[in-house]
């Protein structure tokens, strides 16, 4: 059965300072990974998709990597602003669209 | 906006009474998914219905009741739930169960069991 782990579960970092979040997940065998963000009391925004043929993707601040055969992601978010406080989910998808996930990683970025 | 709506954003019930959580997308869709969110597990997949027949029922209890009566409409049928049961309930469309079409997400009901 697949699990997905998300360490740190909670990270304070000062306004400025770049974010790095990681997701590991104990079965390779997966079509994609997709990283969420959701705030306090609301459903979930995608950020990024990775396929599980490329290595990394990228969006303005945010840039994924992805090594399946170790099992792992990163979310690197870059120059963290207080906007980007909130929670951040990793999610595998191995058939069905049915995605897997782990249990967050909460950030506060302060001014 | 998402595209996704779900009502009531907060719902208190008692351990006996029977209510329903709604979720409606607009986003001509034709996959829908339920999934629970707990205070201290990952959130988990309940129910997908695809052309609105269940393709999936992740080993739920059956005091929860999901209906799909059309592409657009997803219910989710509480009865005789229990403490453990209170949670945000999320609701997701999407185009299709293909791995890469993205999953849109409401912004949940709050459910506490009294």
């Known amino acids: 059965k697949q699990e997905v782990t998300q360490i740190p579960a909670a990270l304070s970092v000062p306004e400025g300072e770049n974010l790095v979040l990681n997701c590991s997940f104990t079965?390779?065998?997966?079509?994609?990974l997709q990283w969420f963000r959701q705030d306090p009391g609301k459903g979930l925004t995608s950020l990024l998709l990775?396929?599980?043929?490329?290595r990394e993707q990228t969006s303005g601040r945010l840039n994924a990597s992805l090594d399946k055969s170790s099992g792992r992601s990163t979310l690197y978010i870059a120059a963290s602003q207080p906007g980007d406080s909130a929670t951040y989910l990793c999610?595998?998808?191995?058939?069905?669209?049915?995605?897997?996930f782990g249990g967050g990683t909460r950030v506060l970025v302060k001014p | 906006e998402t595209g996704v709506t779900q009502t009531p954003r907060h719902l208190v019930m008692g351990m006996t009474n029977k209510k329903s959580l709604k979720c409606e997308q607009h986003?001509?869709?034709?996959?829908m998914y339920w999934y629970k969110q707990s205070a201290k597990k990952p959130l988990e997949l309940m129910f997908v219905?695809?052309?609105?027949?269940?393709?999936e029922n992740n080993s739920v209890p059956s005091r929860f009741s999901p209906e799909c009566p059309n592409s657009s409409h997803l219910f989710l049928h509480l009865h005789t739930l229990q403490p453990e049961d209170s949670a945000l309930y999320l609701c997701?469309?999407?185009?299709?169960?293909?791995?890469?079409?993205?999953?849109?997400f409401g912004d949940g009901t709050r459910l506490s069991i009294l």
């Open positions: 997701a469309s999407s185009q299709g169960t293909g791995v890469n079409q993205p999953q849109h």
């Open positions: 079965d390779s065998a997966i079509y994609n």
């Open positions: 990775i396929q599980s043929s490329q």
């Open positions: 999610a595998v998808n191995a058939a069905g669209n049915k995605l897997t």
């Open positions: 986003l001509g869709h034709n996959a």
């Open positions: 219905y695809s052309l609105e027949e269940r393709v």
